[in-house]
Structure formats: structure tokens, C-alpha cells
């Protein structure tokens, strides 16, 4: 009997789609990750994920939690249909097993990481392919190859030094030596040859990849040829043959690699005795062949090839469904048998598919060729009937449908519509058109739907699907309604009502009707008629506690429109009710908690006690003075699990209410611990804290004002940069731009105040001699005004607020570009080329603006000797001095700036010419009134005295 112990049994699959690292190997944690992902559970995956990262587990397991994410990246990009995204996710899962490598290049599991890194730059090489092909522009295209080609280029010559430092470490007393060796080999050339997949097969660059790939397998054969690895190689041979268009050398390195079967006894039914990484390997190389026959369209007799090649398999290898590709070579088979019309083997085939592998790759396979059976897809409907049976069609397309794959999925309900006859068939029928009109509505095509629902309650009026199909069908005409209105649409929403209560008077969804038609008038902000609709539903009602929310909302949302509307009396008169509403739904709710039982009415009855005990603790929190232990005693009555995504929201109103009682530094402690709990479920809902953090920041601010105002200059500096970092935090999460747009005038300020400027001073060419002790908070309202205009926001304030900072920062380049483009753009200089009285009278802050411009253009143009730049720095100075009353501030600025910049001109004549004038005029200048007497003398000094 021959054996196999003589081969070296190293398992590296090409085209492995997920880590099987020893290290990432606590059983519990990546394992179940993995499963998470293979069975396509990818939000819990993701989950599990930010749960480890941010737990106090070793740092190797955290390395290996991430490796597995970032293939799940990879995985959900795949899904997507993202090829470049997918190419990118491959990019940062390589990087992330490299830096994993280089910690403990050594190390036991290093050179399985390697293997994985190789796997990885197979799915790298197809995700080029797939991105070059959806690229159309030629030169992007060569870009991209560009790119993947120098990636591979680093990856090959990194695994050729591999490959010579580890041969150099072969000892040959010592057969474990030669691992790394043998495995470094065979990954140099399944790199060479996942690199040809860059470029076109028929390409030189290509062929020579190819060519290059086949060399070093050659060698790596003929020193390794009795290796269960060596067989492996075989394969990734034959893809080079496919590649180079040699399909019958590429079938025979498949054969060759099928013929390891041969080195072990067969027993007397002909089985070979082989073991599981060996099967592994054959599995590997029959699904190769298979698919390598499948693409050879000119053979007529491909199908009964692939179906001999199957029987051959599963006539000779043990458990062949057990191994690696088992069922890719069943699923192989089963087609061959659609193709070819035997439709009972096709079915049987399909069926086993689905009940080896009911959520995986193959299962799902065989429900496709189940509804291509149904559907007459292949050639299933050469031998009449599929024999598909009902309950099975219905089965895969509500599968199909949640699949995504809608399109599959509406053919298959085509299909049992069609083959339904008689009533005994028609819940199918009915079944159908309900996954139909799902289908449709997830597409928002609501009409569509619309019909697919109302063909159900017309034609299978007695089904059990009927009154649900009503239900949706007036779902469909309020979504419609909602878009434009029309009396046709609100004809059908109350007929549909109408049927709903008279025909199914029973259904669950009855008592519903009154609360959609009050949401409805909400919806369109007829919050009066809401709430008079809301008031109207009966006590005894299944929906009347959320009636009651409704209205007390109404009355809510109409108390802020006349606050809006300076309506103060009628204001108070409504928050008052509203409160008062919620106060009574408080007990009510409490009341319901006691006596309900069914867990989706508990657990709707939970959820409305939290939105209105959150509701009620806004209110009192909003009143003067604050009721902040009435918010705490509101929110004792709310039980939350620890990982609650709402814990936020009752952090934020317990922040809220020590704040208001002033007891800031308790808010802030409490603040601090909020985000840390957050931190520790992986981010969490941080936008109530965010909401909350402004409320902090203006709180540090009058605490810093006031200790300014007593002298405390230290203290008030400190809370000011407090209240920095939560300005910055409410700013994160700003929904209005109002709002951002005051929080980033407010750290300008701040600024100021942290630098010792006083509140007077209006612009940085007032103080052209600071040196800022504080950079970091103009810095950091600089990037908000930035993000405000990358959002759109057309506010020229804000672009003139933004040229001021950088003025303050001393970036005059970048000043200049921002505050030209805003004086363009308000037109402030006419087309004579004055200054246009009209804008600047209307816009007064303009001028000042543009003096900031002059003096960023002149200081600009000093710095990059920029004798243009200075030229035009004069043009503005003049244009404010003769557009500005004589003795203002601007005119005396801008006399300042143009006898500054004259002299940087070295235009000294002028600037005398000008300086004498002022001496007659002026002798005691501005008579210090804003801080140039003694610059105009020193300017004296240098026009008398210019610099060489």
C-alpha cells in the first residue's frame, strides 16, 4: 500500500477568502467572527468586531480581530459591486498582515500570515481586473495598471528575498527546516502568475507574467514534486495555461494534479484511500477541470465531459461532499444536467445543494437552479415539467427576494402565478404577489405595488393574505399621496379604509386607520387638525396611548411656531398643555406596563415611555428656572441595558440639568464618563452628548467671562480652552449651519481673548506686532468656516470671517485668495474702479474687510518679494482713503498702509510727497486715538532714512 507520509501536508489555498491564521486563534472570538461572515451576518460581524477593539483583550487577539474586519470589508464592497472599493479594502487587509508579520517575522504563525498576504493579492489581482474593466477612460486604465503593477513588483521581489533568506536557513538533518523554504517558493509563483491578471492575456506584459509564473512552478515542481503542495502548484499551473489560451495543456495540469489520487491503495468499490488534505486538493483540481471544459463553448459534448469528470470523482474519493470543493463539483454536475435538459437529476442536485449547505455559496446556487428549473431557464423545459413543486417555489423566492436578488425573484413569482390552477393553489398565488408588492414598494414604486397588493385582496379575497394586502395596498396610496397629493390617491385611501373596517373588521391593523390619518395631518403640519384627529381615537383603543403622544407632540411642535412667530402668550398657553399631556401619559403609560403581556405591545409601550419621559425632561430643563429634579425623577423611571444606543440621550439630560443647577464641574465629570462608556461599545450615539456639549461650552464661557471681569486672567483663560474642546464637540454634530457658523465666530473670539486682544480691536492689521501664545483656536475655527463652505454654505460672512483668522494666523497667501474672491464676489469696487457706496453702506463691515485685504496683500507681498502684489495692495489702500470720510478710522488705516507700502515699494518720493502733507495737515497724526502716532513717525523715520 502506497502512502502518503512521506508528503509534506501544508494547506495553502489560492483564493482563500477569509484569515485562517493560527494567531488569529482564540477559538472564541475570531471563530465566531468568521462564522458570522461566512454565513453573511455582516452587521453583527462588524458589531464584534468594534466591541474587541475597544475592549481590554491582548493586543493579539485585537490584531487579529481587525485582520478578520478588514476582510469583512472586502467581503461587503464584494457584495456591493464595488470593485474599487473592494481593491482598496484588499490594499489595508495585505498592510494590516504585514505589520502583523514584521512585529514577529519568527514567530509559528508568520508563515501562514505570508500565505494569507499571497491569497490576498489573488483577490487584489481580480479586483483590478474587474476595476479596469469598469473603467472606460484608457488612460485611467494605464494608470491602474501602473498602480497594481508596482504593488506587485514589491510583493514579488519582498517574497524572492523571502525565498533566499529562508533556503539559507535549510538544514538538512532538520526536515522542518525546509517549511518556510517550500512556502515562500510556491507563494513567488502564485504572485506571478495573480500579477498577469493585470493585463490583458494576450498582451506581452502579460505573457510574460505568465511565462515567468510557469518557470518558477517548473522549478518548484522539480524539487518538490512528491509534496501534497507540489499538486497545488499543478493548479495554479493550469490557470497560466488558461490564461496564455492553452485550455488542453491547462486540462492536463488539472489531470496531473487529480492523479495524486494514484498514491494511495483504491479499496474494493474502487475508492481511493485518501485523507482529508489530499481530498482537498483533488476536490480543487476536478472543480478546475470542470469549469476549464464548461468554458470550451465550440464543444458540443461539454456537458457529458463535465458529468463524466463528476462521476469519476464521486465514484472515487471518500466523503466527496466533505471535501474543500465538493460541492462546487456537484453544482458543476447539476448544471451540466439543466444544460441538458434532465430535469430530474438537475432537481435532485439542486435539493442537495441547498440541504448541505442551506446559507452558504452552494446552497444558494442550487435555489437559482431551482428557479431556473421553474422558470424554464437552461434547457429544463426539454423534458416537460420541472418538477418543482409549489411550496418549494414559494420557499426560494421569498429566499431570492431577501437575497436582494429581486429581479430572480419576481421571474419566480411570475411563474407561480402562472402555474397556479385551482383553489387549492391560490395562498401560492396570493404568497406571490405579496413578495411582488414587497419587492416593489422597497423600491419606493409604490404604484407597482399598489396593483401587485390589490390583485391579491380582489382575486383571493379568502386567502390569509387578504386583509394584510389591504393594509399594505393603503400603505402604498398614503406613500403616493404624500408625494402629490391628488384626490385620486385620497379616494383610494379611504375607500381602502372603508374595506379595511367593514370586510376585516378583526384585523390588527384597524384601529390603526384614525392614528394614520392623524400622522398624516402632522405629516403636512396641520398640527391643530392633528392633534383634534389624535384627541378623537378612543381611550379604549389599541393605539390610543400613541394617540395621546401624537397630540401632546401636536401641541408641542404648534407652542414653538408661535414662539417662532413672537406670539409669547399663545406660546406658553400650548407648551403648557403639551406638558401637561405628557405628565398625564407618564401615568397612563405606567399604568399599561402592568397589564400588557404581549411582547410587541410591551415593547412599543417601552419605547413610547422613553421618547415621552425624554420629551418631558426637555421641557422642564427649558424652563426658567430650570425643574432639574423633576428631570431626574423622569429619568429614574427609564431602564436601559448597558449597551443601549438611548444612553446617550439620558446622559445628555442629566448633563443638561447639572448644568443648569451651575454645577458645572459635575456635568463635565459626568460628561467625560458618558463618552468613555460609549467609547467601550465601539462609538455608540454620541449626538444628545454632542447637543449637550454646547450647552457645556456656553456654561465654561460666562464662567470665564466672569472670572476675566474679576481680574482672574489664568482662570479665565483655562475655562475658555475648556470651552474650546466642547464648542468643538457640539460643532461636530451642528445640524444647522447657523448654529456652526456662531460656534465658529464664538472660538474666534475666544481667540482673541486667549491672546490678550482687546475686545476693541476689530481687525489683525490693528495689532500688525502680536505674537500669538494661542494658535490652536484660530486653527480651530479656521477649519470649521472651511467645512461650512465645502458644505455649500453661500453666507459671504462667513468667507470674510475666515480671511480675518488666517489674517490673525499670519497665512497671508491663503488670506488674500479668501477675502479677493469675497470682495469680487460682493462687487465692492465698481466697474471705474472706486469703491461702490451703495454695497458698502449697506455692508458696512465690508470695508474693514477690505483694508484686511490690503494689508494681507502688502504683508504677502513683502514676503515673497512680490512687487505686483504690492502695486495692488497700494490700489486698495487708495480706494478706502478717497472713498472714506477724512479723520475715520478706515481713512486713517488706510493712509497708514499706503505710506507703509510705498516705502516697500521703495517709491520714496511719493511716500514723502504724502508724509509732508500729512505733517501740515496733521501734525499730531490721529492724535493717537487708534494707535499710529508713533508708527507714522517711525515711517517718517524711513522715508528720511531709506534702507539700501
Partial sequence: MKQLLSLLLISLCAGTALAQSPAVLSKSNTDFMRGLINYRYYDLAEGLAKSIGTSSLADVEKSNIAILASDLARVKQRVEGNAAGEKDAIIAAIKLREASIEKAPEAADSDQLRAEVTDQYGNLANAYKDTLAEEKDPKKQADLRKEGDALFDIAIKAMAAQKTLTEGKRVESQPETNIPFVIAFFNLGRLRYYRSLLFAPDSLEGKHANEQALESLDEFDLEFGDLLVAFEAKLIVSLCHKQLGKTEDAIAAVDEAIALRTRVDQDSKGVYKVEGDAASVISKAFA????????????????????????????????????????????????????????????????????????????????????????????????????????????????????????????????????????????????????????????????????????????????????????????????????????????????????????????????????????????????????????????????????????????????????????????????????????????????????????????????MDFRVRVALANLYLQEKPPQAAEVESLLKGIQLKDDDPNNSVIWALRIGALASQDRLDDAVSMFDAALQNLAKQGGGNQRPLSSIAGTIAQKLDERAAAASKGGLRSQANDNWRRAVSYYLRSAERATNSDDAIQIADRLFVIGLKLNGIEDKVEAFYEVPDLKLTDIATFEQAVELYDKLLQAGATNYRIKLARGRALGFLKRWSECVAMLSDCIAEMKLVDAKGRLNQQVWTQKSELISSYLELGFAMRNNGVEASDKALLARASDVFDRVFVGMAKDSKPWWFAQFGQLRTLIDRGVYNEADVMMRNLDRSSPDYDNDRFKLKLKFAQLKLEIKAPKK
Avoid at 385551482?422 to 395562498?427: H, I, L, T, Y
Avoid at 398565488?429 to 419587492?439: D, K, R, S
Avoid at 401587485?452 to 394584510?468: L, M, N, Q
Fill in 288 to 607: 478546475q477541470k470542470l469549469s476549464l471544459l464548461k468554458d470550451v463553448d465550440a464543444d458540443e459534448q461539454r456537458w457529458d465531459k463535465i458529468l463524466a469528470s463528476a462521476k469519476d470523482y464521486f465514484a472515487t474519493i471518500p466523503n466527496p461532499l466533505r471535501a474543500e470543493m465538493g460541492l462546487a463539483v456537484l453544482a458543476a454536475a447539476t448544471e451540466a444536467h439543466l444544460m441538458k435538459g434532465e430535469t430530474a437529476e438537475a432537481k435532485s442536485g439542486s435539493e442537495k445543494l441547498i440541504e448541505e449547505d442551506p446559507k452558504g455559496r452552494w446552497g444558494y446556487r442550487g435555489q437559482q437552479m431551482l428557479a431556473e428549473l421553474a422558470t424554464g431557464g437552461g434547457n429544463a423545459g426539454a423534458s416537460g415539467k420541472s418538477g418543482v413543486d409549489m411550496t418549494q417555489l414559494i420557499g426560494i423566492a421569498n429566499s431570492l427576494a431577501a437575497s436582494g436578488e429581486s429581479e430572480k425573484a419576481l421571474s419566480m413569482c411570475r411563474e407561480i402565478v402562472r402555474r397556479t390552477s385551482g383553489p387549492d393553489e391560490a395562498k401560492f398565488a396570493a404568497e406571490a404577489m405579496m413578495v411582488t408588492g414587497v419587492i416593489f414598494a422597497q423600491r419606493k414604486w409604490f404604484e407597482e405595488a399598489s396593483l401587485a397588493y390589490e390583485s391579491v385582496y380582489k382575486r383571493h379575497a379568502k386567502s390569509t393574505f387578504a386583509p394584510e394586502a389591504v393594509w399594505r395596498a393603503l400603505n402604498c396610496y398614503i406613500e403616493l399621496n404624500g408625494e402629490l397629493p391628488l384626490p385620486y390617491w385620497k379616494r383610494l385611501i379611504d375607500e381602502r379604509s372603508k374595506l379595511l373596517r367593514e370586510t376585516y373588521a378583526d384585523n390588527a391593523h384597524v384601529p390603526d386607520l384614525q392614528l394614520i390619518e392623524a400622522q398624516q395631518l402632522e405629516k403636512a403640519s396641520k398640527f391643530d387638525k392633528a392633534a383634534e384627529a389624535y384627541e378623537k381615537i378612543p381611550a379604549d383603543s389599541t393605539v390610543a396611548l400613541q394617540a395621546r403622544f401624537g397630540a401632546a407632540n401636536c401641541y408641542l411642535k404648534l407652542g414653538r411656531k408661535s414662539e417662532v412667530a413672537k406670539q409669547a402668550a399663545e406660546a406658553k398657553v400650548l407648551i403648557e398643555k403639551a406638558k401637561t399631556s405628557f405628565r398625564v401619559l407618564v401615568g397612563e403609560i405606567d399604568k399599561s406596563k402592568t397589564t400588557t403581556t404581549e411582547a410587541k405591545m410591551k415593547a412599543r409601550i417601552t419605547d
